[in-house]
């Protein structure tokens, strides 16, 4: 009998590879079967602040969740303040966001946003990659303002923040309610799996996976259409797509790189060892 793997999808625009490798089969000719959900059942209201009671780091912790998929950043985080699994690979793409802003703002470049609140997701992906861009603007760390928000469109929208770091299909919405783009974000994604996912197990998932990327990179009209899916038919021609990569190991060189920004920026209480947090193979 084929194991059953429970799946939470991170976003559908970074992570259609797995949705495809369920719908073409590439999991189940592994010998997996596949339970896959695209979004916590309480959408926007469920992106809590606390990572720790988001939908699925915490259905991890609870064992009713197998694998997920989030940014190479909050998969460290996670996986050394929670207590609960391994990084099996780096995910299938590098992902695309921006920062924006109002069509009447007074921001014209990232350094006009220095103390300024920018909305963001707490510790996830464009939490961490507005910090890294401002901060190659020449932005200190100290002087870049970020704001949690469960929904950072409206938030923008409204004028509750003056800007906010979006991925799709935030980014096409926001440009169609005539926001402007002030910088490109571009982050990593990391594959978090629960202890009794075995080195076998994680081998077929980055292999279904990886047939993903090749049947996508070979179907570039379905994978826009899958990857933006989220937005309006008009919107997917000019939609930021995410380049896809395939599933790779993390190296040590990588992940210490990747842990020394973030114990200087006061991310982690303390560095955690390689062999603690990802699974070679």
């Known amino acids: 009998m084929a194991r059953t793997i429970r799946l939470q999808s991170d976003s559908n ?4 590879p797995w949705r495809v490798a369920l719908e073409q089969g590439f999991f189940a000719d592994e010998g997996l079967a596949v339970a896959y959900h695209e979004d916590n059942p309480k959408g926007a209201e469920g992106r809590v602040k606390d990572f720790s009671q988001r939908w699925k780091e915490s259905q991890l912790q609870q064992g009713a969740l197998e694998v997920y998929p989030v940014c190479e ?3 460290i985080e996670r996986v050394q303040q929670l207590g609960k699994g391994k990084i099996i690979g780096l995910d299938t793409t590098v992902r695309t966001g921006a920062i924006m802003v109002r069509k009447d703002s007074h921001v ?3 350094a006009d946003l220095r103390n300024v609140p920018i909305a963001v997701t707490w510790h996830a992906g464009t939490f961490y990659a507005a910090i890294e861009v401002m901060e190659a603007a020449g932005v200190p760390f100290g002087e870049i303002k970020l704001e949690h928000a469960t929904d950072r469109l409206e938030a923008l929208l409204s004028g509750h923040n003056e800007a906010a770091a979006l991925m799709e299909p935030l980014v096409s919405r926001a440009s169609a309610a005539g926001c402007r783009k002030i910088a490109d974000l571009r982050w ?3 594959i978090v799996a629960g202890e009794d996912v075995d080195e076998e197990t994680a081998g077929k998932l980055r292999r279904a996976l990886n047939r993903a990327i090749e049947w996508l ?3 570039e009209e379905r994978s826009r259409a899958e990857l933006l899916r989220d937005l309006q038919p008009e919107q997917r021609k000019d939609g930021l797509l995410p380049e896809l990569t395939g599933v790779k190991s993390y190296q040590p060189a990588e992940f210490k790189e ?3 920004w973030m114990m200087e920026r006061g991310f982690l209480a303390e560095a955690p060892d390689y062999k603690d947090v990802v699974r070679s193979k």
Do not use: C, S
């Open 258 to 260: 990747k842990v020394d």
């Open 108 to 110: 014209r470049t990232l």
């Open 188 to 190: 990593r994604g990391g």
């Open 13 to 16: 625009a970074h992570d259609r």
């Open 73 to 75: 950043w909050g998969a």
């Open 217 to 219: 990179a070979e179907n």
